[in-house]
Each structure stands twice: as C-alpha cells, then as structure tokens.
C-alpha cells in the first residue's frame, strides 16, 4: 500500500530563514505528487503539484518542490519564509490508476517574527 | 466561481446517533471525494462518487456510507456513532476522476461525538 512520510512534525523558524520540508513516498510506480497547505482556520489549499517533466516545479507564494525519483522524495522549500506562512503542511501522493490522495500527517510550521 | 460548501460546518451529537453531512462542489466539478481529518491519523481517505457512483472507497467500517445526487451534491452518512468518530470531515472536488485532476478541498465540517 502507498504511504506518505513526512519527516518533521514540527518546524520553527524566525523570519527570513530557508524552509525545508521532507516528504517521501512509498509506490514503486508512476505517482502524481501533492502539496497542500492549511492555514489556521482556513481550509485545505493547493500549493503545488507534480505530475510529470521538469522536477523542480514552483507553486503559489514562493513555493517550490523537487521530485527525486531515485529517493521517493517531494521535498517543499522556500529561500525566505514569512511569518504569514505559519501553517500546516500536507505532502500528498496519488498513483496512476487511483484518485484518493494518500497524505502525510502533516507539518506544522510556525514562523516568529 | 464559488468553492466547495460543506454544510453544517460544526455538529454535536452523542454516541449512537446518526449524522449526515453535505458537499456540495464548484460547479462544473462531477467528482466528491471526502476524507476524515483528525490529529492522531491524519488525512485519511473515506470514499469518492462520480457521476452518482461510487469509484473508490477507503478503509472504513460500514457505518460511513455516502451517496451523490444527479446534481453532484454529496452527502456522507455516520450511523451508530462512536466517540472516536469525532473529526473534522473534508470533501474535495474535481472536474472527473482522471488522476491528473486537482481536487479543491471545502471547509470541512467539524464533528464532535460526546
């Protein structure tokens, strides 16, 4: 069965460092790649994704994610974070011949200002 | 357009009652997927209808059960409910269910079973 590992439970950062998130996967086959965001008290929102070509992709906000086949990762990562990115982190995988999204537990990030 | 609406959005009931919650997807949008949110498990993966039937279903017992009307809205049903039922549920749509799809998550409706 696909799984999703999402190695840090809970990331704190001051404003303006780097952001590093690690995902990985367990499928052996081809998957579409997630990443979700939630702000508090917002729902669920799409930061990027990846389905196939160039695997550096770049989503909403300054976002950005590479897919290295070779590790079953999906790592998010952001040069400079915002205290307005404090939010919850959902890696999510989808293979080929299904359409549930399989998510990570998540990662808190909370940024101080 | 609007987004997907999850009525109601918070819900007290006591084990052993039953509850039924609404989705209702951007239009246009013919696939629900709904998912059970809570600390300890995640995100997990309940079930998906498209065009009225069901395509997918996730690892749970049948006391959740779901349908989708000719108009796309969803409903999901809990019977006999147990107080570890007590999750934020999210639904999610999508144009069909080609896995190249982006699902667009609603608010969620917030249960709690005392």
């Known amino acids: 069965a696909q799984s999703v590992s999402q190695h840090n439970h809970h990331v704190i950062l001051s404003e303006a460092a780097s952001l590093e998130l690690g995902c990985n996967y367990s499928y052996g086959g081809t998957v579409n790649l997630f990443w979700y965001v939630q702000y508090p008290g917002q729902h669920l929102q799409l930061l990027l994704k990846?389905?196939?070509?160039?695997?550096l992709v770049k989503g909403i906000k300054g976002f950005e994610a590479e897919f290295i086949k070779s590790k079953f990762s999906f790592n998010l990562r952001k040069p400079s974070v915002q205290w307005s990115d404090t939010a919850e982190y959902f890696c999510a995988v989808r293979n080929q011949a299904g359409t549930a999204l399989i998510f990570g537990k998540g990662t808190t990030l909370s940024v101080s200002s | 357009k609007a987004g997907v609406t999850q009525t109601p959005r918070y819900l007290i009931k006591t084990r052993g009652q039953q509850v039924t919650l609404s989705c209702s997807p951007i239009?246009?949008?013919?696939?629900v997927s709904w998912y059970q949110q809570t600390p300890g498990q995640g995100l997990q993966f309940l079930f998906e209808y498209f065009s009225e039937t069901q395509r997918n279903k996730g690892n749970f017992p049948g006391r959740f059960s779901g349908r989708q009307f000719s108009n796309s809205r969803s409903e999901m049903n809990v019977s006999t409910l147990e107080l570890g039922d007590s999750a934020l549920y999210l639904c999610?749509?999508?144009?069909?269910?080609?896995?190249?799809?982006?699902?667009?998550f609603g608010p969620g409706t917030r249960l709690l079973v005392l």
């Open positions: 239009s246009g949008h013919r696939s």
């Open positions: 999610a749509s999508s144009v069909t269910v080609s896995p190249l799809e982006t699902q667009y």
């Open positions: 990846y389905f196939s070509g160039d695997p």
